[in-house]
């Protein structure tokens, strides 16, 4: 699972990179909104926000009866230099662990091409109720 999730990241991770890199004035300053959410496998997502200096991975939940997902303190936001940080040590990563670096999420997995089961993913849909 934790393969996974790092796939997750990994796949969305230029995304991410271009909301903090591209617009970096525009992340520091808010001259353009950058809001921009990923989700990264089970309740954990990527953000990077306008007026937050940083990227922040957290956990998040869905309180009962509601339909938006919360914030939990589960979590940590690196700051815009310890993202890069970050990248150099991905790539270290990567490097040592290939098959970790080459992991797939499941949604490209061959049993999520069936509806149904792609639904019951708790990987990519932590939130349903059964
Ligand atoms: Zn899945």
Redesign the pocket.
């Given at each position: 699972m934790l393969n996974c999730s790092w796939a997750q990241f990994r796949l969305g991770f230029s995304e991410i990179d271009s909301q903090v890199k591209l617009p970096l004035k525009d992340v520091r300053d808010g001259d353009q909104p950058v809001n921009n959410r990923q989700h990264i496998g089970r309740g954990f997502y990527v953000s990077v926000t306008t007026g937050f200096k940083c990227v922040d991975f957290r956990k998040f939940y869905m309180p009962y009866g509601q339909t938006e997902i919360r914030s939990t303190r589960k979590g940590i936001a690196l700051r815009l230099a310890e993202w890069d940080q970050m990248k150099k040590v991905m790539e270290l990563i990567d490097g040592a662990y290939p098959t970790l670096a080459n992991a797939l999420p499941?949604?490209l997995a061959y049993d999520?091409q069936n509806q149904l089961a792609?639904l019951d993913?708790r990987?990519?849909h932590p939130f349903t109720i059964e």
């Open positions: 499941c949604y999520h792609a993913c990987e990519c």
